[in-house]
């Protein structure tokens, strides 16, 4: 009798670990809720995980629009449980959850990264193929463009006493950096401050001055399709320090000194409770790290073809299999190309 009640409790407690070994969390009918973060490289990075989970793991996908910061406020909530691309350390919100614990960094969404202030090559190097000549080739760094000269070489169409900087889109955390710089940079009386809506019409205002052989100075980032479409020449800034750095990100720091932006560190921010229940997807996302050239290739078939995130990620992942084979179970493997056809 005794023998028969232990073999009836390893029964037991062997099928109640089979069922934990088998329980996921899209197996159990939760939805996984990406940030809808709309510059390009994030909206292609978010549809291709969105694909590979919803086709490779039978997980309900969803996102939700927003800006960077008001997403990332809803991954330390818990509203989302995924933002694909978050560059490390950049925004105060970030920041702070992650100091609290509801929220994560894991894998790198890419490698090798770099943003900054730039100017189309044309204006330091001319371009003889359009008999653009260089109108500023003694122009190296942003402790220059307080000179006159460069003042009224980028003059803001609606000021036309002062320049014109583009910034980035109110809200996305690096429009505040540079917010930050033009004042410590000592430019804020000389520069209008300018935000475009969206990331969509950053742009396009950077590639139609571009293709009219005008002078423009902005903020960029790779990976894009217009890095790798233009060329650009970044400007010099002050080295980056962590003191600097500080200052520059905090919105109440001081403005006293620039600096460049720091090594850039992309990574896939989660909420931390999610980290837990899923292990599973985690597990995809320390694996998945998109090529560099990948990216700026996938993001130039979006801009010339006009297609949005989600068809640009179809495209990566039919003719990409030998990256994301490696990221992936066998199973998921199969499912996927499956879905694809």
């Not at 003694?138 to 006493?161: I, N, R, W």
Request: proline residues 5%; contains cysteine; glycine residues 8%.
């Amino acid at each position: 009798m005794k023998s028969n009640v232990i073999l009836l409790a390893s029964t037991l407690f062997l099928g109640a670990s089979a069922g934990v070994a088998n329980a996921s969390y899209c197996g159990d009918g939760k939805t996984v809720t990406f940030a809808g973060i709309d510059w390009e490289s994030g909206a292609f990075i978010t549809e291709v995980m969105k694909t590979i989970l919803s086709k490779g793991y039978d997980c309900s996908v969803d996102s939700i629009p927003g800006n960077s910061v008001t997403l990332e406020q809803a991954t330390a909530n818990n509203d989302v449980q995924i933002f694909a691309e978050e560059w490390i350390g950049r925004s105060d919100v970030w920041n702070k959850a992650t100091e609290e614990g509801k929220v994560l960094a894991v894998g790198r969404t890419f490698l090798g990264a770099s943003e900054g202030w730039f100017v189309p090559d044309y204006v330091v190097k001319g371009d003889p193929v359009r008999s653009i000549e260089a109108a500023a080739p003694d122009l190296k760094g942003v402790s220059q463009l307080s000179d006159p000269k460069y003042v009224a070489l980028f003059a803001d169409p609606e000021e036309p006493t002062k320049g014109r900087f583009l910034n980035c889109p109110s809200g996305w955390t690096c429009e505040g950096i540079s917010t930050a710089k033009l004042e410590a940079y000592k430019l804020g009386e000389a520069y209008v401050n300018f935000r475009p809506g969206t990331g969509t019409a950053l742009d396009a205002a950077i590639a139609s001055a571009y293709l009219q052989g005008e002078p423009i100075l902005f903020y960029y980032w790779s990976p894009t399709a217009l890095m790798g479409k233009f060329k650009f020449v970044q400007l010099e800034e002050q080295p980056y320090s962590e003191a600097c750095w500080k200052e520059l990100s905090s919105a109440n720091g001081k403005r006293e000194e620039g600096c460049a932006f720091p090594s850039v560190e992309v990574a896939y921010g989660i909420n931390s409770t999610f980290a837990e229940e899923a292990p599973e997807i985690v597990e995809v996302l320390e694996k998945a790290t998109f090529p560099l050239e990948a990216i700026n290739i996938s993001l130039a078939y979006m801009l010339d073809n006009k297609v949005d995130g989600q068809a640009a990620a179809n495209e990566f992942l039919k003719k990409n299999t030998d990256v994301w084979h490696a990221w992936v179970s066998p199973k998921a493997r199969a499912k996927i190309e499956a879905g694809l056809k």
